[in-house]
């Protein structure tokens, strides 16, 4: 009877292997052991979620080799390895879209912050059919290619992507479809924190719903030339950190900085902190103006740290860092704030600055 589990266990073993792709019997092993550790599962759930994971590149998160590289210090300390981490950050945007559909009904302020599915965008290896930027946009529109990235594949050759989003993808696979080659395009879904700034109104704010009356710019306003701020492309540009971003060794590290980072203490208002998967800070709306008037809820503060971004390329970074599990919005940042007078949202300086807002599903 023995020999026989003994047998069965060898026979799963290879299964699992064949099924992973590892020829490395103690190297599927220890990846089941870790998924195992990591999130919790049985055995056979662990195997299962690493295939599906590899079968499913366009719908799952996936970090490019940059944005791992710059992270993996702090991640990698914590248990994860560069597949975990990316399951992790799929789980939470996957729950966060189901508890969306699945709430029919919610208070004035949870309506308020509602977020709508967020878009998907891959990176677009250019090679065979589209081996070049105007093969592409030929191929599927002007409008659907927006930016081109130079870096290495996987067996560090050089490489071009373009940046793509999901109606993008299916007019390339269309497209190669219609050939009728034998040609399979490589996309990496592109994981970065979304940045998408209006220059009509001031969406998105932390904390304020900018669809309410009070909160729209009249036409006069724009005629005055003056646009909401940040904008989408200005820097230098300050931004609020709540997380580990505040800590100087991590952002030294990712910013590949010659110094330490310089700080200003500050503190921002109209947003609460949250935790997801256990342990990760997550910033969301607090209770809006119109709210707090006619329920006497109280404004969220939340302190940290402000850093001024000098940069797109800085930017991007914290970007990739955060994942598209966040998401970069508007903020009054309160420099040197007293606690005197955090009642009335602080004294010193206030500039108009940027931070991060959670955008999966949290803790409860």
Known sequence: MEDLDFLESMAQAAIQMDSLGIDDAKA???????WQTVFGYSRA?????IEEKRRDLGGRVTLSAEAWEAISADKEAQGYDKETYEHACWLAKTAGSSSRQASTTRTAVQKSHVAPPRPAYFLLKLDGPLSDVASLKAAIGHGAVTKTFAGQDDSGSPATFCRVDSLGRDKVLAYIDALGVSFSPVFVRDSK????LSSFSIYPTLGIDST?????IGSSWLN???LPLPKQDQYPVWYFFYGTLAQPEV????LRLDHEPAYRKARLFGGVLKTWGGKYKALVDGADDAVRLSTSA????VKGSAFLVQDEEQEDALCYYETDCYEVVRCDVHMDGDEENEKDNGGGEVVKGLTFRFVGELDC
């Open 28 to 34: 599927a092993d220890d990846m089941i052991r870790r």
């Open 45 to 49: 759930e662990a195997a299962q979620q």
């Open 193 to 196: 924190a979304e940045k998408s």
């Open 212 to 216: 309410l009356p009070q909160h729209r």
């Open 224 to 226: 005055g030339f003056r």
């Open 251 to 254: 952002l030294k590290r990712l």
């Open 298 to 301: 109280p404004a969220g503060v």
